[in-house]
């Protein structure tokens, strides 16, 4: 895996940015302008860490915490009525949870491969 390329960290910058940004033009309710710019922040930050270095299992599972976050957040904030911020908790923490999802397995395989000298592990 090469720095700067996986789509999957792309993703989870673009939710972070999308999810922050959005309570400019979301009405917003009960802990939602929190919920939605520190999921999205951090989501950034994680998407950023797994740019710069690709194959790092924690980073991937950090980010899959953080997409289930943003994707519970209506209910824990109390925002689940107002749809425009409900909804962009509910897609961004989805489309995070699979471009998560999707890019853990070649990171532990990567990661097995650096702890082994390169070698597949038996």
């Known amino acids: 895996m090469k720095r700067w390329n996986r789509w999957q960290d792309w993703v989870a910058v673009i939710v972070g940015l999308y999810a922050a940004l959005s309570t400019m ?3 917003q309710a009960g802990a ?10 951090l989501l ?3 998407g950023v860490w797994n ?4 194959g790092m299992p924690v980073a991937e599972w950090v980010q ?3 997409g289930a ?4 957040s209506p209910w ?12 962009t908790s509910w897609i961004g923490g989805a489309l995070a949870l699979v471009a998560a999802g999707m890019a853990l397995q070649p990171s532990m395989h ?8 390169g070698a597949a592990a038996h």
């Not at 939602?32 to 922040?41: A, K, Q, R």
């Not at 740019?51 to 690709?54: A, E, G, I, R, T």
């Not at 976050?69 to 519970?72: S, T, V």
């Open 25 to 27: 033009w979301t009405a």
């Open 32 to 41: 939602s302008t929190l919920l939605m710019v520190g999921c999205g922040v």
């Open 44 to 46: 950034i930050v994680c």
């Open 51 to 54: 740019l710069m270095s690709p």
């Open 64 to 66: 899959l915490a953080l």
């Open 69 to 72: 976050l943003l994707f519970i």
């Open 76 to 87: 824990i904030g109390q925002y689940s009525g107002h749809m425009g911020a409900a909804w």
């Open 110 to 117: 990567m990661h097995a491969g650096h702890d082994h000298g």
